[in-house]
């Protein structure tokens, strides 16, 4: 029930704030694709500004907005103003997917850790499982990622640690007890 639970409140989650974010972006255009209507050339010189803070020549900056701008304004415009790309929304139902999936093989280790018949071993032996596979997250993140490894797998080891402790602490506080 947790892991169901959990995987569905990760999934809604990520949906509402995905939703959120692309809608956002989505008004961000909207607002610019009204501005190219309305105000062209001082839109123009806006882009053309913005390479010039990046380190262009004003006149080869003002060439580049140009050209940018007959090729595909909107998409010029979003990305140097806004760090929008226009074809490449965040998708909600994906990022949905992902963190369901995510979440659901994440919960099963330790579900099947304190599954043990051993009694006395189900505690230390689910925090052991699941430090082992926070170890392991945090080093694939790091290497997908290119990141220092260190950094990444003490992160995610020590982040997930004060988790189970909080959670234990509130059981213990609280009563709560399964048999």
Do not use: C
């Not at 989650?13 to 209507?37: H, M, P």
């Not at 580049?64 to 979003?78: D, E, G, K, M």
């Amino acid at each position: 029930a947790g892991l169901a639970a959990g995987a569905m409140s990760m999934a809604v989650g990520e949906y509402v704030s995905v939703s959120t974010q692309r809608d956002t972006e989505k008004a961000l255009l909207a607002l610019e694709s009204e501005a190219l209507e309305s105000i062209p050339h001082a839109e123009l010189l806006e882009l053309a500004e913005l390479y010039e803070a990046k380190g262009l020549e004003p006149a080869l900056a003002l060439e580049v907005a140009r050209s940018l701008t007959r090729h595909n304004a909107l998409a010029a415009h979003a990305e140097a103003e806004l760090g929008i790309d226009p074809d490449g929304l965040t998708n909600p139902w994906a990022a949905a997917a992902a963190s369901f999936v995510s979440f659901t093989i994440g919960a099963l280790l330790p579900l099947i850790a304190v599954l043990n018949p051993s009694v006395d071993w189900r505690i230390l032996g689910t925090v052991l499982t699941v430090l082992v596979a926070l170890a392991l997250t945090g080093w694939i993140s790091a290497r997908l990622g290119q990141a220092p490894v260190v950094r990444a797998v003490t992160r995610v080891v020590l982040g997930g640690l004060a988790a189970m402790i909080v959670t234990y602490a509130i059981d213990r506080l609280f009563g709560t007890a399964v048999s």
